[in-house]
C-alpha cells in the first residue's frame, strides 16, 4: 500500500500563474481533503472532495479551485497565484464509510511563488 | 469561533524525560488527531480519539469531553521524538471532515 502520494514534490511559480497539484488517496479511500500550512502554523482547511463534488470549503477565494476523478484522486488548482499563496499544500484522504474517518496524509507540495 | 489551542508552543526537554502536551478546544467534537510533523513537512497520524485513552509504545493520548481537553504524554522521550506535535478536531454536528488544527508544538529532546 503506497499511502498517500502527492505530486510535484516542490514547484516555483511566480505571481500571476496558475498550478495544479495532485494527489493520490490511501487504497479504499474515497474521500480527498486539502490543506494549505503557511510556514510556523498549523494547516488550514482547503475543502474535501467525495463522489467527484465538493462537499465543504473552508474559509478560501474562488481562485482555489479542484476536481476528484473517478478512481478518486483528486486535484488542486490556483490560479492568479500571489505570494502568500506560498505554502505546504497537504493532501489528507479517508474512508466516508468509518465511523470517525480517520485522515491519512501525504507528504505535501512545497509551493513558492516569486 | 471554533479554536483549538495547544500548549506549549515550544518545548525543550532531556532526553529520558516525561513530556506532556496539552491541546484544549472551544464546543463539542466528535474526533480529535494528535499528528506528528517533521522538518520537511509529512505529517504521520499518531492517534485518533473520541473519549478515554489510547497508547502506541511510549506514546500515551488521553482525552476528557466534558473539559474539551487532550493530552499527549511521551515516555522515555528520546531525540528522535523530536517534531512538531499537532493536535487537530472534527467538530460534531456532521458534515465533511475538513479539520481544524492547533498551531503545533514544537519539542527538541537533547541527548
Known amino acids: 500500500d503506497a499511502g498517500v502520494t502527492q505530486s510535484p514534490t516542490h514547484l516555483i511559480k511566480t505571481r500571476g500563474q496558475q498550478v495544479t497539484l495532485r494527489c493520490s488517496p490511501k487504497s479504499g479511500h474515497d474521500t480527498v481533503s486539502w490543506y494549505q500550512q503557511a510556514l510556523g502554523q498549523g494547516p488550514q482547511f482547503i475543502f474535501q472532495?467525495?463522489?467527484?463534488?465538493?462537499?465543504q470549503r473552508g474559509n478560501f477565494p474562488d481562485r482555489f479551485s479542484g476536481h476528484q476523478f473517478p478512481n478518486y484522486s483528486s486535484e488542486l488548482n490556483v490560479n492568479a497565484l500571489l505570494l502568500g499563496d506560498s505554502a505546504l499544500y497537504l493532501c489528507?484522504?479517508?474512508?466516508?464509510?468509518?465511523?470517525?474517518?480517520?485522515?491519512?496524509f501525504g507528504p505535501g507540495t512545497r509551493l513558492t511563488v516569486l | 469561533k471554533n479554536e483549538v489551542e495547544q500548549s506549549p508552543q515550544n518545548l525543550t526537554a532531556q532526553e529520558g524525560e516525561f513530556i506532556t502536551i496539552n491541546c484544549s478546544y472551544s464546543?463539542?467534537?466528535?474526533?480529535l488527531h494528535w499528528l506528528q510533523q517533521h522538518p520537511g513537512g509529512g505529517i504521520v497520524s499518531l492517534f485518533m480519539l473520541s473519549s478515554g485513552k489510547k497508547k502506541h509504545g511510549r506514546l500515551i493520548a488521553t482525552i476528557n469531553i466534558q473539559e474539551k481537553h487532550s493530552s499527549l504524554h511521551i515516555t522515555a522521550s528520546h531525540p528522535r521524538d523530536s517534531a512538531v506535535y499537532i493536535c487537530a478536531v472534527r467538530w460534531s454536528g456532521g458534515g465533511a471532515d475538513g479539520l481544524t488544527f492547533g498551531k503545533g508544538t514544537h519539542l527538541i529532546i537533547q541527548p
Open positions: 472532495y467525495y463522489e467527484e463534488e465538493e462537499r
Open positions: 464546543v463539542g467534537i466528535s474526533a
Open positions: 489528507a484522504s479517508s474512508f466516508r464509510g468509518g465511523t470517525y474517518n480517520e485522515q491519512f
